[in-house]
């Protein structure tokens, strides 16, 4: 089992905002097709939540213990990048 998206305890909740139908949700898009089902494997009891709201541009929230919360702009990145990201907010405990 990959520990790629091995969430860290710390975290309570991951939320993905995007648009369904925009160009700038497109790599987005891609991204959770790909990689949704290995991180709720992965973390069978950690809220793997998918915001779909026309217009909306991509951003991805980390909410951890305590109430802290930070977020990442998804806006222009590749898949690639998007996982990059995802992977840095989902294992690091918030600051």
Do not use: H
């Amino acid at each position: 089992m990959s520990s790629k998206y091995a969430f860290t305890k710390a975290l309570k909740e991951v939320r993905f905002l995007f648009c369904q139908t925009g160009e700038q949700s497109a790599a987005t898009r891609s991204f959770l097709t790909r990689a949704y089902p290995t991180m709720k494997k992965n973390n069978p009891t950690t809220p793997i939540m998918l915001r779909e709201a026309a217009g909306t541009l991509p951003k991805v929230y980390a909410r951890y213990d305590l109430g802290k919360e930070k977020s990442q702009s998804l806006e222009g990145l590749t898949d690639k990048q998007i996982e990059d990201a995802v992977t840095t907010l989902v294992k690091n405990e918030a600051a």
